[in-house]
């Protein structure tokens, strides 16, 4: 069964830092998806990660994928307010069903 | 309209009642999924319908009844609830895994239930 574990769950930063989101996952898998979530909204999607090595940056964030060492991160810049949202990493399993992680809930705090 | 859109956004309802949430995509995809997204939990596939044929039940109670007359229509037929039932439910589409090269899912907005 896959497992996908994000962390942190919990995110607080003060604006302009810097902060990376991990998730890690527990079966091979070369397809990973990170989306966004604001309060009460649906998930958006934000990058698309296909192979091992892929790299996608959008703003300030960056996302990469590590497929032998089944690990993505999303890398947030010189974080603003704008940013605050939960966001999630979802892992594409053997039977093309996605499974989500638990989310991490990000505060920027000017 | 464009993209996936779910009727109605909230809903409240008690244990006796019968209810139907509605998914529309208008984004010409064959796979249709429901979610659903308790407090303090992962999403939770629920079922997964391609080209209208049932190929995923998550395990969900019978008091959850999915049915898919078409390709772009989806529903979640429900009746006697229970309150831990109370989620966000999210519908999504995409390519079919078979067809898809990334296989990515676009979400709806979801409808907020709420079970008295």
């Known amino acids: 069964e896959l497992k996908v574990e994000q962390n942190p769950l919990f995110l607080s930063m003060q604006e302009g830092k810097n902060y990376t989101i991990y998730c890690n996952y527990s079966t091979t898998s070369d397809r990973l998806y990170w989306y966004r979530q604001d309060p009460g909204k649906s998930l958006e999607s934000l990058f698309v990660l296909l192979s091992n090595g892929a790299v996608k940056q959008e703003g300030r964030l960056m996302a990469s994928l590590d497929t032998k060492a089944r690990l993505s991160t999303l890398h947030i810049t010189a974080a603003v307010h704008d940013l605050s949202a939960t966001y999630f990493c979802a892992v594409v399993g053997s039977n093309y069903k996605l499974t989500f992680g638990k989310g991490t809930l990000l505060t920027v705090n000017p | 309209e464009t993209g996936v859109t779910q009727t109605p956004r909230h809903l409240v309802m008690g244990m006796t009642n019968k209810k139907s949430l509605k998914c529309e995509q208008h984004l010409g995809h064959n796979a249709m999924y429901w979610y659903k997204q308790s407090a303090k939990k992962p999403l939770e596939l629920m079922f997964v319908y391609n080209f209208k044929e049932q190929t995923e039940n998550n395990s969900v109670p019978s008091r959850f009844s999915p049915e898919c007359p078409n390709s772009s229509h989806l529903f979640l037929h429900l009746h006697t609830l229970q309150p831990e039932d109370s989620a966000l439910y999210l519908c999504?589409?995409?390519?079919?895994?078979?067809?898809?090269?990334?296989?990515?899912?676009?979400f709806g907005p979801g409808t907020r239930l709420t079970v008295l």
């Open positions: 999504a589409s995409s390519k079919p895994g078979l067809a898809s090269v990334n296989n990515e899912q676009f």
